[in-house]
C-alpha cells in the first residue's frame, strides 16, 4: 500500500460525524445545514436544455483535451472576465471534472519528489485537497496563517529564504476558503516575485470569483500577472496555473465541470499526467458548460441572491459573535469566543439544541507555528435559499442568547 495513505487527516466532515456522535438533534426544529459548501439555489433551465438536447455524445469517447467549442468557450469568459489579451485555447486551456480532482491532480504533476525536503506551500485554514495532495506527491505542506489583523490574507514574507529553496509548488484560494478574502495586485506582485526567485509553480484556486458584493470583482491571478507585465513574450504566465469551476457560479455541482489555464508549458506536461490519468469530460457536460460559460445573466442573478442572504444574515449574527461581510464567497467566517465557547463545543451545542449544522473553523486548519488559525471559529456556508438562511441565524441568535441567559 501506498504508505503516504497513513498521512491524510479524517476529512472535516467527518470529524463532524464523529463530534455528533451519541447526539440527538432537537426534533422540534427541522435540520439545517450551513456546514457543506454545496450551492442550493436552482440550476438555470437553459444550462439543462443544453445538458439533456446533447445526449448523443453519449455514443462517442471524449478526449482528455476536450472539445474546440469548449476551450474557446472558456478562454472567451476569461477575457471578458478579466481584461487579459486573448489565450491560445488549444495550448492554455483545459477543460477539468471539477476543480478538485485538478487541484489535487497539479502537485503529482509537479512535484519532484527525488529532490530532497519537497514543500507545498498552503494558506491556513484551507481546502483540505490542498495537504492531501502535497502528501500523496512524496512532499510536506507548509503552512501560512491566515490574519485577522491582514483582513485574513497570509503574511508570505514571514516564511524564511530556507524555506521557499524547497517549495516546488503553492497553493492559493481568492476569494478564501474559508475566509472570503481576496489577494491584492500587491500581494501578486510579491508572489509572482518569489515565484520567479525560486521557481515554484502557484496554483491559484479561483473557484469562489463570480460571488462578491462590491461592484468590483475579485481580483483573478491571470488578470494580476497580465497588469504586472507577465501575459506576453517568450513564455506568458510563467508558473501560473488558474483552477475555476461552474459549480458556485451556475450553481451545477453535480455537473463537475471546471478548467485550468495559463502557463502553456506547463499545461503541456498535466496534459500528458491527465492523459494518463484524468477523465475526460463527458460530451453532454461539454455542451451545458459551453452555454454556461457564455452566459452572463444567470450569474448576475445568482449573485443578487448571496448579496440579499448576506444584507441579511450577517446584522443578525453581528449581535451575538464576532463576524464580518466577507470579501467574496459564500462563507461567513465568526468568531464565537464571545459566547464562552470552543468551536467545537458551540457546533456540538448548536446542532443538539437547535438542529443547526456549522462546521468548526479548527477542523479546517492545522497547528502550525504556534497557533491553529480556525480555532475558536466556525464556517457558516450561506447556500440555502433566502428564506432557509434566515431561519438557521435566527435559532443561532437564539442559542447564544439562551448561552447568554445561563
Known sequence: ?????????????????????????????????????????????????????AMAG??????????????????????????????????????????????????????????????????????????GAAYLAGAEPYFVNSQPARNFACDYSSVPDDVWARVQLLYLCSPGNPTGAVLSLDDWRELFALSDRH??????????????????????????????????????????????????RSNVPGMRSGFVAGDPELMKKFLLYRTYCGGAMSPPVQAASIAAWNDEGHVQENRTLYKEKFTLITPLLKQVMDVELPDAGFYLWADVRRTGLSDTEFARGLYAEYNVTVLPGSYLARD????????????????AEVDEGLEAANRIVQFCNDLKAS
Open 199 to 248: 521557481g515554484f509553480v502557484i496554483a491559484a484556486d479561483e473557484c469562489y470569483s463570480e460571488i462578491y458584493f462590491g461592484a468590483t470583482p475579485p481580483l483573478g491571478a491571470l488578470e494580476a500577472a497580465h497588469q504586472l507585465g507577465r501575459s506576453e513574450g517568450a513564455h506568458p504566465y510563467a508558473n501560473l496555473m488558474v483552477f475555476s469551476s461552474l459549480s458556485k
Open 368 to 383: 502550525a507555528h504556534g497557533s491553529n488559525p480556525g480555532r475558536n471559529r466556525i464556517r457558516m456556508a450561506l447556500v
Open 58 to 131: 453519449l455514443a462517442t469517447y471524449p478526449t482528455t483535451h476536450g472539445n474546440e467549442p469548449l476551450r474557446t468557450a472558456i478562454a472567451g469568459w476569461l477575457e471578458r472576465r478579466y481584461g487579459i489579451p486573448a489565450l491560445d485555447a488549444a495550448t492554455m486551456v483545459l477543460p477539468v471534472n471539477g476543480s478538485r480532482e485538478a487541484l489535487f491532480a497539479i502537485a503529482q504533476t509537479v512535484i519532484d519528489p527525488r529532490k530532497p525536503g519537497a514543500l507545498v506551500v498552503s494558506p491556513n485554514p484551507f481546502y483540505q485537497i490542498y495537504e
Open 1 to 53: 500500500m501506498n504508505p503516504h495513505l497513513d498521512r491524510l487527516h479524517p476529512y472535516p466532515f467527518e470529524k463532524l460525524r464523529q463530534l455528533f456522535a451519541g447526539v440527538t438533534p432537537n426534533p422540534d426544529y427541522k435540520p439545517i445545514s450551513l456546514g457543506i459548501g454545496e450551492p442550493k439555489h436552482p440550476t438555470p433551465a437553459f444550462i439543462q436544455r443544453a445538458l439533456t438536447h
